[in-house]
């Protein structure tokens, strides 16, 4: 059975920072992509970043592009976010997800982790 449990989030002042981990079980972590997403009340999900299997190739969206850093350790089979100069636009329930290399849709998810910036 597949598990990706996302750990990590809480409250945090504007300007602050906050690392996001994500470990996965009961898949071959290492020839899966990985990625993470957000959801704001009352707002569609929206990518937030994502990564190679090997770590290679990293992805962003613009708004979080230079505050925001993903990076593995296929080891630990685990993915992080690594969130600094928070803004309270980034509240929002963060999700991480898995792809299979090499196939377009992500398959797994996780059940996220609330992140809440105050101003």
């Known amino acids: 059975q597949v598990q990706l449990v996302e750990s990590g989030g809480g409250l945090v002042q504007a300007g602050g920072s906050l690392r996001l981990s994500c470990t996965a079980s009961?898949?071959?972590?290492?020839?899966?992509?990985m990625g993470w997403t957000r959801q704001a009340p009352g707002k569609e999900r929206e990518f937030v970043a994502s990564?190679?299997?090997?770590?290679?190739?990293?992805y962003y969206a613009d708004s979080v592009k230079g505050r925001f850093t993903i990076s593995r350790d296929n080891a630990k089979n685990t993915v992080y976010l690594q969130m600094n100069s928070l803004k309270p636009e980034d509240t929002a329930v963060y999700f991480c997800a898995s792809r299979q290399r090499g196939r377009p849709d992500y398959d797994y998810w996780g059940r996220g982790t609330q992140v809440t910036v105050s101003s």
């Open positions: 009961g898949l071959t972590f290492s020839i899966y992509d």
């Open positions: 990564i190679s299997w090997s770590g290679g190739s990293t």
